[in-house]
């Protein structure tokens, strides 16, 4: 019984990580899309 809670956690926090890695790479990607923008509107 406590290997499938085990396994039940480490699936759950494998999926946490994967989350916050997709929603930081997301608004890493608007912050360079903004940087962008900026750099062009000042040249």
Known sequence: ???KYLLFGLVVICFTILLLTW???DSLCELQRSR???SWWHS
């Open 1 to 3: 019984m406590p290997q």
């Open 23 to 25: 929603m930081v790479r």
């Open 36 to 38: 962008e923008i900026l």
